[in-house]
């Protein structure tokens, strides 16, 4: 969002933090967290519902929802590799 990377607790707290995705991603558990597009990386425990969407997406609903301006979309190429992380 804006340039910027803001973690959201699981209380709906959010905090700018000084890590790229990439980073950030590198140093959480890969079994609790998925990065779901270049812009999102989700916890196993915040999704609340998925819904397939167009061209092999998945939307979903997390908890607690995701700003007004931004969809949680698994991309087309994580679609496969996140369908295999939740099986899990």
Same mark, same amino acid.
């Given at each position: 969002? $804006?340039? #910027?990377?803001?973690?959201?607790?699981?209380?709906g707290?959010?905090?700018? @933090?000084d890590?790229?995705? *990439?980073?950030?991603?590198?140093?959480? !558990? &890969?079994?609790?967290?998925?990065? @779901? #597009?270049?812009?999102?990386?989700?916890?196993f *425990?915040?999704?609340?519902?998925?819904?397939?969407?167009? %061209?092999? %997406?998945?939307? @979903? $609903?997390? +908890? &607690?929802?995701?700003?007004? !301006?931004?969809?949680? +979309?698994?991309?087309? $190429? %994580?679609?496969?590799?996140?369908?295999?992380?939740? *099986?899990k």
């Amino acid at each position: 969002m $804006e340039k #910027n990377v803001f973690l959201t607790t699981s209380s709906g707290n959010t905090f700018p @933090i000084d890590f790229t995705l *990439d980073k950030l991603q590198e140093v959480i !558990d &890969p079994e609790k967290f998925f990065r @779901i #597009n270049r812009k999102m990386i989700v916890g196993f *425990d915040s999704i609340k519902n998925m819904i397939p969407f167009s %061209r092999s %997406r998945i939307k @979903i $609903e997390l +908890l &607690p929802t995701e700003p007004k !301006d931004v969809e949680a +979309l698994v991309s087309v $190429e %994580r679609s496969s590799a996140f369908k295999e992380w939740m *099986d899990k």
